[in-house]
T-cell receptor
Framework: DTGVSQNPRHKITKRGQNVTFRCDPISEHNRLYWYRQTLGQGPEFLTY????????KSRLLSDRFSAERPKGSFSTLEIQRTEQGDSAMYLC???????????????FGPGTRLTVL | AQSVAQPEDQVNVAEGNPLTVKCTYS??????LFWYVQYPNRGLQFLLKYITGDNLVKGSYGFEAEFNKSQTSFHLKKPSALVSDSALYFC?????????????FGKGTSLLVTP
């Protein structure tokens, strides 16, 4: 399978714990995105990387959230001191670098469903 | 600011009938428009996109969408619905005057195709 992969697929944690999710993009895609999707809503943008550089962050990305892409390949999203409001599906997407970069299609992974008790 | 609206929470259609899922958008510049489909407990699958050119865009699984600039709409259509088309459909927009790459998604429309 050469699509975007995410691990774990499901995570249950207690409030106050830290969690980390991993995303492996499609090979040679240099752009990587994180979104959050809550029940009954569309995905909401969190952050974006081009190679290892984090170029864009949403105001949704509070100081408890941190994302990294250290070698420009896989990425991790960490949530510290989780709250019940963090319960959501966390989606990762990747896109290739094209000549007209703004037309990139984002390809999504299956997501990690986080439940905070 | 950029946004999309999907005015229908749910669309019901009988198998074999044509289907339309509506989307309207608001952007400052010219829009880049996308449709994605989501099956239960799955990520989003790309269906089609409009960037420029022909207003009628053809995509995966027999879906197409028509870009209408005067009505700021990008409705998703299929001539003959299948039961397997039942899923959640999301419209998304990106404003080409914005240097960012984030997609702004609608709330989604649940499509139910009955046999």
């Amino acid at each position: 399978d050469t699509g975007v992969s995410q691990n774990p697929r499901h995570k249950i944690t207690k409030r106050g714990q830290n969690v980390t999710f991993r995303c492996d993009p499609i090979s040679e895609h240099n752009r990587l995105y994180w979104y959050r999707q809550t029940l009954g809503q569309g995905p909401e943008f969190l952050t974006y990387f081009q190679n290892e550089a984090q170029l864009e962050k949403s105001r949704l990305l509070s100081d408890r959230f941190s994302a990294e892409r250290p070698k420009g390949s896989f990425s991790t999203l960490e949530i510290q001191r989780t709250e019940q409001g963090d319960s959501a599906m966390y989606l990762c997407a990747s896109s290739p670098r094209l000549a007209v970069s703004s037309t990139d299609t984002q390809y999504f992974g299956p997501g990690t469903r986080l439940t905070v008790l | 600011a950029q946004s999309v609206a999907q005015p229908e929470d749910q669309v019901n259609v009988a198998e074999g009938n044509p289907l339309t899922v509506k989307c309207t958008y608001s952007v400052s510049g010219n829009p880049y428009l996308f449709w994605y489909v989501q099956y239960p407990n799955r990520g989003l699958q790309f269906l089609l996109k409009y960037i420029t050119g022909d207003n009628l865009v053809k995509g995966s699984y027999g879906f197409e969408a028509e870009f209408n600039k005067s009505q700021t709409s990008f409705h998703l259509k299929k001539p003959s619905a299948l039961v397997s088309d039942s899923a959640l459909y999301f419209c998304a927009v990106r404003d080409n005057s914005n240097s960012g790459y984030a997609l702004n998604f609608g709330k989604g429309t649940s499509l139910l195709v009955t046999p």
